[in-house]
Protein backbone atom coordinates (compact mmCIF):
# COMPACT_ATOMS: atom_id res chain seq x y z
CA UNK A 1 0.00 0.00 0.00
CA UNK A 2 1.69 3.40 -0.73
CA UNK A 3 1.89 5.56 2.27
CA UNK A 4 -0.63 8.61 2.45
CA UNK A 5 2.01 11.83 1.29
CA UNK A 6 1.64 14.51 4.32
CA UNK A 7 3.41 17.07 5.24
CA UNK A 8 3.22 19.28 7.70
CA UNK A 9 4.80 23.28 7.35
CA UNK A 10 5.04 25.90 9.91
CA UNK A 11 4.88 28.85 8.00
CA UNK A 12 1.06 28.20 6.36
CA UNK A 13 -0.16 25.97 8.98
CA UNK A 14 -1.15 22.85 7.08
CA UNK A 15 -1.20 19.26 8.05
CA UNK A 16 -1.48 18.10 4.94
CA UNK A 17 -0.94 18.67 1.19
CA UNK A 18 1.49 21.84 1.68
CA UNK A 19 1.25 22.44 -2.66
CA UNK A 20 -2.78 24.19 -1.83
CA UNK A 21 -2.59 28.32 -2.16
CA UNK A 22 -3.69 29.53 0.79
CA UNK A 23 -7.48 30.45 -0.74
CA UNK A 24 -8.96 29.86 -3.91
CA UNK A 25 -12.31 30.26 -5.19
CA UNK A 26 -14.11 26.92 -5.69
CA UNK A 27 -17.50 25.66 -7.32
CA UNK A 28 -19.79 22.84 -6.01
CA UNK A 29 -22.30 20.58 -7.95
CA UNK A 30 -24.34 20.13 -5.12
CA UNK A 31 -27.36 22.59 -3.81
CA UNK A 32 -27.26 24.33 -0.37
CA UNK A 33 -29.98 26.03 0.54
CA UNK A 34 -27.91 28.27 3.16
CA UNK A 35 -24.61 29.86 3.77
CA UNK A 36 -22.55 27.16 4.89
CA UNK A 37 -18.99 26.59 6.74
CA UNK A 38 -17.05 23.57 6.74
CA UNK A 39 -13.88 23.22 9.49
CA UNK A 40 -11.80 19.99 7.99
CA UNK A 41 -9.89 19.12 11.32
CA UNK A 42 -8.51 16.42 12.76
CA UNK A 43 -8.13 16.08 17.19
CA UNK A 44 -4.06 15.69 16.29
CA UNK A 45 -3.78 18.55 14.02
CA UNK A 46 -1.15 21.14 15.56
CA UNK A 47 -1.83 23.34 12.89
CA UNK A 48 -5.61 23.43 13.82
CA UNK A 49 -4.54 23.57 17.80
CA UNK A 50 -2.85 26.51 16.44
CA UNK A 51 -5.98 28.18 14.84
CA UNK A 52 -8.09 28.10 17.71
CA UNK A 53 -7.15 31.52 18.81
CA UNK A 54 -8.74 33.22 15.32
CA UNK A 55 -11.62 30.52 14.65
CA UNK A 56 -12.62 31.87 18.10
CA UNK A 57 -12.81 34.59 17.47
CA UNK A 58 -14.22 34.75 13.50
CA UNK A 59 -17.09 32.74 14.55
CA UNK A 60 -18.11 34.54 17.77
CA UNK A 61 -17.85 37.97 15.78
CA UNK A 62 -19.61 36.52 12.07
CA UNK A 63 -21.46 32.84 13.36
CA UNK A 64 -24.66 34.68 12.15
CA UNK A 65 -23.59 34.65 8.76
CA UNK A 66 -23.26 30.74 8.22
CA UNK A 67 -23.79 27.54 9.60
CA UNK A 68 -20.72 25.81 10.86
CA UNK A 69 -20.14 22.41 10.68
CA UNK A 70 -16.97 20.22 12.04
CA UNK A 71 -15.60 17.91 9.84
CA UNK A 72 -12.96 14.77 10.97
CA UNK A 73 -10.40 14.77 8.19
CA UNK A 74 -9.07 11.41 9.47
CA UNK A 75 -4.95 12.61 9.58
CA UNK A 76 -3.46 9.20 10.63
CA UNK A 77 -5.21 6.25 10.65
CA UNK A 78 -2.38 3.94 11.42
CA UNK A 79 1.66 4.61 10.63
CA UNK A 80 2.47 2.29 8.20
CA UNK A 81 0.25 4.01 5.57
CA UNK A 82 1.77 7.58 6.98
CA UNK A 83 4.47 10.01 5.46
CA UNK A 84 5.60 13.48 5.64
CA UNK A 85 8.52 13.52 4.14
CA UNK A 86 8.72 17.42 4.17
CA UNK A 87 9.06 17.55 8.15
CA UNK A 88 11.23 14.39 8.22
CA UNK A 89 8.42 12.53 10.05
CA UNK A 90 8.09 8.41 8.99
CA UNK A 91 7.54 7.09 12.98
CA UNK A 92 5.66 8.77 16.12
CA UNK A 93 9.10 9.70 17.33
CA UNK A 94 9.61 12.06 14.80
CA UNK A 95 6.71 14.29 15.25
CA UNK A 96 8.41 16.15 19.12
CA UNK A 97 10.19 18.58 17.58
CA UNK A 98 7.77 19.26 15.01
CA UNK A 99 4.91 19.64 17.46
CA UNK A 100 7.21 21.48 19.53
CA UNK A 101 8.00 23.28 16.59
CA UNK A 102 4.28 24.64 16.02
CA UNK A 103 3.80 25.40 19.77
CA UNK A 104 6.27 27.79 19.96
CA UNK A 105 6.08 29.72 16.62
CA UNK A 106 1.81 29.95 17.37
CA UNK A 107 2.12 30.21 21.46
CA UNK A 108 -0.80 27.33 22.13
CA UNK A 109 1.23 25.34 24.20
CA UNK A 110 2.48 21.75 22.89
CA UNK A 111 4.16 19.55 25.48
CA UNK A 112 4.77 16.79 22.13
CA UNK A 113 7.67 14.08 24.97
CA UNK A 114 4.42 11.58 24.44
CA UNK A 115 5.79 11.36 20.95
CA UNK A 116 8.68 9.62 22.58
CA UNK A 117 7.35 7.64 25.46
CA UNK A 118 3.56 6.39 25.03
CA UNK A 119 2.61 7.69 20.55
CA UNK A 120 -0.73 7.86 19.62
CA UNK A 121 -0.97 5.32 16.89
CA UNK A 122 -3.82 6.62 15.42
CA UNK A 123 -6.08 9.74 15.74
CA UNK A 124 -9.46 7.66 14.85
CA UNK A 125 -10.37 6.52 17.76
CA UNK A 126 -10.77 10.33 19.48
CA UNK A 127 -12.39 11.30 15.74
CA UNK A 128 -14.88 8.54 16.16
CA UNK A 129 -15.67 9.64 19.59
CA UNK A 130 -16.26 12.95 18.44
CA UNK A 131 -18.88 11.91 15.90
CA UNK A 132 -20.95 9.71 18.14
CA UNK A 133 -20.84 12.79 20.51
CA UNK A 134 -22.14 14.57 17.58
CA UNK A 135 -24.79 12.34 16.79
CA UNK A 136 -26.58 13.09 20.16
CA UNK A 137 -25.55 16.40 20.82
CA UNK A 138 -23.34 19.17 18.47
CA UNK A 139 -22.49 21.51 21.13
CA UNK A 140 -21.26 18.89 23.34
CA UNK A 141 -19.08 17.09 20.90
CA UNK A 142 -17.66 20.74 20.10
CA UNK A 143 -16.45 20.70 23.54
CA UNK A 144 -14.74 17.11 23.40
CA UNK A 145 -12.94 17.98 20.40
CA UNK A 146 -11.57 21.00 22.41
CA UNK A 147 -10.96 18.74 26.02
CA UNK A 148 -9.41 16.27 23.36
CA UNK A 149 -7.24 19.15 22.15
CA UNK A 150 -6.18 20.49 25.98
CA UNK A 151 -5.41 16.89 26.44
CA UNK A 152 -2.86 15.90 23.83
CA UNK A 153 -1.22 19.13 23.32
CA UNK A 154 -0.74 21.06 26.47
CA UNK A 155 -1.19 18.32 29.33
CA UNK A 156 0.87 15.31 27.28
CA UNK A 157 -2.28 12.58 26.90
CA UNK A 158 -2.44 9.94 25.34
CA UNK A 159 -5.99 10.86 23.37
CA UNK A 160 -5.92 7.49 21.58
CA UNK A 161 -5.73 5.53 24.66
CA UNK A 162 -9.14 4.56 25.51
CA UNK A 163 -8.90 5.30 29.47
CA UNK A 164 -8.16 8.69 28.65
CA UNK A 165 -11.24 9.26 26.38
CA UNK A 166 -13.09 7.91 28.92
CA UNK A 167 -12.20 10.29 31.34
CA UNK A 168 -12.67 13.21 28.99
CA UNK A 169 -16.54 11.66 27.69
CA UNK A 170 -17.55 11.32 31.36
CA UNK A 171 -16.29 14.81 32.66
CA UNK A 172 -18.73 16.17 30.21
CA UNK A 173 -21.49 14.54 31.97
CA UNK A 174 -22.07 11.71 29.73
CA UNK A 175 -21.92 8.15 29.56
CA UNK A 176 -18.48 7.37 28.70
CA UNK A 177 -18.89 3.58 28.35
CA UNK A 178 -21.70 3.64 26.25
CA UNK A 179 -20.18 6.01 24.11
CA UNK A 180 -17.03 4.56 23.39
CA UNK A 181 -19.01 1.11 23.28
CA UNK A 182 -20.47 2.68 20.00
CA UNK A 183 -17.37 4.02 19.08
CA UNK A 184 -15.64 0.58 18.49
CA UNK A 185 -18.86 -0.56 16.64
CA UNK A 186 -19.27 -0.72 12.78
CA UNK A 187 -21.94 2.69 13.00
CA UNK A 188 -18.56 4.70 14.58
CA UNK A 189 -16.54 3.83 11.68
CA UNK A 190 -19.61 4.60 8.95
CA UNK A 191 -19.71 8.21 10.32
CA UNK A 192 -16.46 8.90 10.31
CA UNK A 193 -15.99 7.38 7.16
CA UNK A 194 -19.16 9.76 5.90
CA UNK A 195 -16.74 12.66 7.35
CA UNK A 196 -13.34 11.65 5.69
CA UNK A 197 -15.25 11.17 1.98
CA UNK A 198 -17.48 14.71 2.83
CA UNK A 199 -13.43 16.48 3.12
CA UNK A 200 -12.49 14.94 -0.05
CA UNK A 201 -15.75 16.18 -2.02
CA UNK A 202 -14.66 19.08 -0.61
CA UNK A 203 -11.54 19.07 -1.95
CA UNK A 204 -9.48 18.59 1.26
CA UNK A 205 -6.09 17.77 1.13
CA UNK A 206 -4.76 19.66 4.26
CA UNK A 207 -5.64 20.74 7.64
CA UNK A 208 -7.30 22.75 9.06
CA UNK A 209 -8.96 24.22 5.80
CA UNK A 210 -12.13 26.33 6.29
CA UNK A 211 -14.56 26.26 3.24
CA UNK A 212 -17.49 28.02 3.07
CA UNK A 213 -20.56 27.67 0.36
CA UNK A 214 -23.30 29.84 -0.20
CA UNK A 215 -26.77 29.01 -1.69
CA UNK A 216 -24.89 29.54 -5.45
CA UNK A 217 -23.10 26.59 -4.80
CA UNK A 218 -20.15 28.37 -4.94
CA UNK A 219 -17.29 28.73 -2.08
CA UNK A 220 -14.16 29.65 -0.96
CA UNK A 221 -11.61 27.30 0.93
CA UNK A 222 -9.07 28.96 3.24
CA UNK A 223 -6.09 26.39 3.78
CA UNK A 224 -3.96 26.37 7.06
CA UNK A 225 -3.98 28.14 10.24
CA UNK A 226 -3.87 31.98 8.68
CA UNK A 227 -4.55 34.92 10.11
CA UNK A 228 -8.09 36.40 11.23
CA UNK A 229 -8.20 39.08 7.84
CA UNK A 230 -8.05 35.50 5.62
CA UNK A 231 -11.32 34.30 7.02
CA UNK A 232 -12.97 37.51 7.29
CA UNK A 233 -12.06 38.22 3.43
CA UNK A 234 -13.13 35.16 2.03
CA UNK A 235 -16.75 35.71 3.96
CA UNK A 236 -17.09 38.59 2.39
CA UNK A 237 -15.87 37.20 -1.13
CA UNK A 238 -18.66 33.96 -1.04
CA UNK A 239 -21.59 36.86 0.50
CA UNK A 240 -20.08 39.48 -2.74
CA UNK A 241 -20.04 42.03 -0.05
CA UNK A 242 -17.50 44.94 1.38
CA UNK A 243 -18.67 45.01 4.53
CA UNK A 244 -20.06 42.60 7.12
CA UNK A 245 -21.59 43.22 10.45
CA UNK A 246 -19.53 41.75 12.99
CA UNK A 247 -21.50 40.83 16.76
CA UNK A 248 -20.02 42.49 19.85
CA UNK A 249 -17.22 40.24 21.78
CA UNK A 250 -18.63 38.35 24.61
CA UNK A 251 -17.05 40.00 27.73
CA UNK A 252 -14.16 37.87 29.28
CA UNK A 253 -16.75 36.74 32.20
CA UNK A 254 -18.75 35.32 29.78
CA UNK A 255 -16.04 34.02 27.51
CA UNK A 256 -14.42 32.19 30.32
CA UNK A 257 -17.18 30.39 32.07
CA UNK A 258 -18.37 28.99 28.79
CA UNK A 259 -14.78 27.87 27.70
CA UNK A 260 -13.76 26.97 31.01
CA UNK A 261 -10.09 27.05 29.68
CA UNK A 262 -8.06 29.49 28.06
CA UNK A 263 -4.59 30.54 27.17
CA UNK A 264 -3.64 33.90 27.13
CA UNK A 265 -2.61 33.67 23.24
CA UNK A 266 -6.74 33.15 22.93
CA UNK A 267 -7.23 36.41 24.89
CA UNK A 268 -4.58 38.43 23.33
CA UNK A 269 -6.05 37.66 19.20
CA UNK A 270 -10.16 37.93 20.89
CA UNK A 271 -9.48 41.54 22.62
CA UNK A 272 -7.03 42.68 20.20
CA UNK A 273 -4.42 42.96 23.41
CA UNK A 274 -0.97 42.48 23.91
CA UNK A 275 0.57 39.57 25.74
CA UNK A 276 2.14 42.27 28.20
CA UNK A 277 -1.28 43.44 29.08
CA UNK A 278 -2.90 40.20 29.74
CA UNK A 279 -2.49 40.28 33.74
CA UNK A 280 -4.12 44.22 34.03
CA UNK A 281 -6.64 42.76 31.91
CA UNK A 282 -7.84 39.87 33.51
CA UNK A 283 -7.86 41.89 36.79
CA UNK A 284 -10.10 44.62 35.08
CA UNK A 285 -12.55 42.12 33.64
CA UNK A 286 -12.61 39.50 36.47
CA UNK A 287 -13.14 39.28 39.81
CA UNK A 288 -10.69 37.66 41.92
CA UNK A 289 -12.67 34.45 42.98
CA UNK A 290 -14.31 33.86 39.53
CA UNK A 291 -10.68 32.79 37.74
CA UNK A 292 -7.17 30.30 38.70
CA UNK A 293 -4.31 31.46 36.74
CA UNK A 294 -2.19 28.47 36.36
CA UNK A 295 1.05 28.67 33.75
CA UNK A 296 2.09 25.52 31.35
CA UNK A 297 4.96 25.54 28.86
CA UNK A 298 6.00 29.16 29.85
CA UNK A 299 2.55 30.42 28.66
CA UNK A 300 -0.26 31.86 31.43
CA UNK A 301 -3.59 30.28 31.25
CA UNK A 302 -7.00 30.63 33.15
CA UNK A 303 -9.42 28.05 34.46
CA UNK A 304 -12.97 29.32 35.66
CA UNK A 305 -13.86 29.17 38.85
CA UNK A 306 -17.76 28.30 38.11
Known amino acids: MSKNPMACDLEIGICGAAEEEAMEVIDFNKSDISLNLYYVTDPICSHCWALEPVLRRFVSQYGHYFNFHTIMGGLLEKWEDFSDSANGISKPADVADHWREVGEHSRMPIDGSLWLNNPIQSSFPPSIVFKVIQQRDDSLATEFLRRAREAVFAFNQNIGDPVVLLDIVNKLNLDGKSILK ?125
Not at 245 to 273: A, H, N, R, V
Not at 278 to 304: C, P, Q, R, T
Open 182 to 306: DAQQEIGKNLLNEDIHLAASLGVRGFPSIIIVNKDNKGVKVVGARPLEYYINGLKQVLNQDKLQPKTLPSLSELLKKEQLLFSKELEIMYSIKQTDIHSFIKKELSSDSYEEKEILGEAYYLSAY
